[in-house]
């Protein structure tokens, strides 16, 4: 066993948390097996397992520093292959409320990648590590554990070719990254443990995504426009270049409450007219489409407290969306299964993972994001929630702060900071911060000169932000 803490891990799931839980697993294991019922190896275009996989995704600046620091060079790999690479602040025309936000470099990275070109980039440097085994076109049946259940020793699983006969995968560590539609709490509940409590803030998200040849360049070399949706213009969209070798683009159109962008291209091009930008509809209009309308339906954002529980069996884990599935239009979730990631490395580093440690250690990471999206979520009227008098007061304050950031660069490169998730949102609430969102506005004020090196981590007048680390 050499080094190694265990002979075996098996991974549930090969999407993107259940890759960089094998990452992270092959330096402590001899063995690590992923598990996915889809043929997955070579894959660029969407797949059944990944019914989000057609929409548009974000990976948010923290998440695309933990995926350069595990798969070093990934970020140049991309760009040589014609992924347009820019700045979450500077090269995306974010608008909020109808309005743009005002925008100068950051320094903090963003891809502009479909989720199935990036996840195969992923899976690629993944698959190519030599202890790491990835098992397709296999069903998950259930965990195997010790008499007493007070131990998980393995997986059964059954291969989907014909005449296939389940088959116990004996591990030493299981982890369960099979995302939203997770049976990890099914499975506690028959082993004589508790279901973990659920948190779900309902919200009746659906996106509705068509991909386009382009006759005309509404981008001028951003990455993305992006109309977010507010209560203020509930509809919004995310509209993104995807190539810079040709005109290829994807547009997203999102809604709430059942307020759905159609499939048919006449109902989904009027969608996009109504939107508060009209540069995207008028982009659209006399573009080449390359597919039909398709539409994904998000319910509701769901947590599962898995840290409350005081019993769990020794040598299981849970990760990324089996544990918290956030509304996607945040973009937040492959940034926190990377996170997840990173605990486990950490718990990996004392040894074998203890599945409470780990749970208590990921909820630091999500309480933040899941403030903000399910906060954000309840600023909608529709939304049904408790809206608690610290959920008022903070999106208030967002929207003060962003209506502030229309004028103020450097807010908007704050802004960015905490919704990259590489600054917690605390930092705006400084004092510096408090003066410039509720300063008097000048109405010839000239924009403030950015410093737009990236990575510098200053703004034009020299004022200190949190650095992208």
């Not at 393995?154 to 995968?169: H, M, T």
């Not at 382009?214 to 507010?230: C, K, Q, R, Y």
């Amino acid at each position: 066993m050499g080094n190694h803490i265990g002979d075996r891990a098996v991974v549930l799931g090969g999407s993107i948390a259940g890759l960089l839980a094998a990452r992270v697993l092959s330096d402590a294991y001899a063995e690590v097996t992923v598990i996915d019922r889809d043929i997955v190896t070579g894959v660029k275009v969407p797949r059944k397992g990944v019914p989000h996989g057609p929409h548009a995704h974000g990976l948010l600046a923290r998440g695309h520093q933990i995926l350069d620091e595990l798969f070093p060079g990934l970020t140049p790999e991309l760009v040589a292959d014609g992924i347009p690479l820019g700045d979450l602040s500077g090269d995306i025309r974010w608008y909020f409320n109808g309005r743009k936000l005002a925008s100068e470099h950051s320094g903090l990275g963003c891809l502009s990648a479909t989720r199935p070109v990036l996840e195969h980039y992923v899976r690629s440097r993944t698959q190519a590590v030599p202890n790491i085994t990835l098992i397709e076109q296999t069903d998950i049946i259930g965990l195997v554990t010790t008499p007493d259940q007070s131990r998980v020793i393995g997986a059964k699983v059954q291969s989907q070719a014909k005449g296939s006969q389940p088959e116990v995968l004996e591990a030493d560590l299981v982890v369960d990254a099979t995302g939203r539609g997770s049976r990890a709490s099914a499975w506690l509940e028959s082993l004589g443990y508790q279901r973990p409590p659920e948190e779900k803030v309902k919200i009746g998200l659906a996106y509705t995504t068509r991909h386009y040849e382009l006759n005309s360049d509404p981008f001028n070399g951003d990455l993305a426009i992006n109309p977010v949706a507010t209560p203020q213009h509930p509809r919004g969209a995310f509209y993104s270049r995807l190539t810079n070798n040709d005109n290829h683009a994807e547009l997203s159109l999102t809604g709430l409450l059942g307020d759905h962008a159609p499939t048919d291209p006449e109902g989904f091009e009027a969608f996009a007219k109504s939107l508060p930008v009209p540069e995207i509809y008028e982009s659209i209009r006399d573009a080449k489409p390359l597919t039909e309308p398709v539409t994904f339906r998000f319910p509701a954002s769901t947590r599962r407290r898995y840290e409350n529980l005081t019993r769990f069996p020794e040598r299981l884990i849970v990760t990324g969306d089996a544990v918290c599935s956030f509304n996607p239009v945040y973009g937040q979730g492959m940034t926190i299964a990377a996170l997840d990631a990173m605990a486990l490395r950490d718990q990996l580093q004392r040894g074998v993972p203890q599945p409470l440690a780990f749970f208590r250690q990921i909820a630091k990471h999500i309480d933040a994001p899941w403030a903000v999206a399910a906060g954000g979520d309840l600023s909608f009227e529709g939304v049904e929630g408790k809206r608690t008098l610290r959920v008022r007061l903070e999106n208030a304050y967002t929207s003060k702060f962003l209506a502030a950031a229309e004028h103020d660069p450097r807010l908007t490169t704050l802004f960015m900071q905490v919704a990259g998730l590489v600054a917690p949102p605390t930092v705006m609430m400084r004092p510096s911060t408090l003066v410039r969102v509720f300063r008097p506005r000048r109405k010839a004020a000239a924009p403030a000169v950015a410093d737009t090196t990236p990575g510098t981590g200053r703004s034009g007048d020299g004022e200190e932000f949190p650095k992208a680390a």
